[in-house]
């Protein structure tokens, strides 16, 4: 069992940028793939970037190439995402998830409980 804590989620101008992190406990985070996805209110969840278990495969999706940055930390049991340049549509829960199989299609097992992030212009 993996237990996903997020942090890092805040209130923001538009503009501004915000590293979210994931720490894990149960198990080392080191044979998992990771993702983060995010809901904003009143849409469906949808996904934001994946990594690989060793961290060289990196997937984004398009709202989130060029701006948001994925990485890990296996030696601390950690994932992040650093997000540049945040705007209004960028407002919603963002959650960090882990799993295994191939990329880009990663089946998730584990979720956090999210934490919010919240853009005004």
């Known amino acids: 069992q993996v237990q996903l804590v997020e942090s890092g989620g805040g209130s923001v101008q538009a503009g501004a940028s915000l590293r979210l992190s994931c720490a894990a406990s149960?198990?080392?985070?080191?044979?998992?793939?990771m993702g983060w996805f995010r809901q904003a209110p009143g849409k469906e969840r949808e996904f934001v970037a994946a990594?690989?278990?060793?961290?060289?495969?990196?997937n984004y999706a398009d709202v989130a190439k060029g701006r948001f940055t994925i990485s890990r930390d296996n030696a601390k049991n950690t994932a992040y995402l650093r997000m540049n340049n945040l705007n209004s549509e960028d407002t919603a829960v963002y959650y960090c998830?882990?799993?295994?199989?191939?990329?880009?299609?990663?089946?998730?097992?584990?979720w956090g409980q999210g934490t919010q992030v919240t853009v005004s212009t």
């Open positions: 149960g198990r080392t985070l080191s044979t998992y793939a």
């Open positions: 990594i690989s278990p060793s961290g060289g495969t990196k």
């Open positions: 998830a882990a799993g295994w199989g191939a990329p880009p299609r990663y089946e998730y097992a584990y």
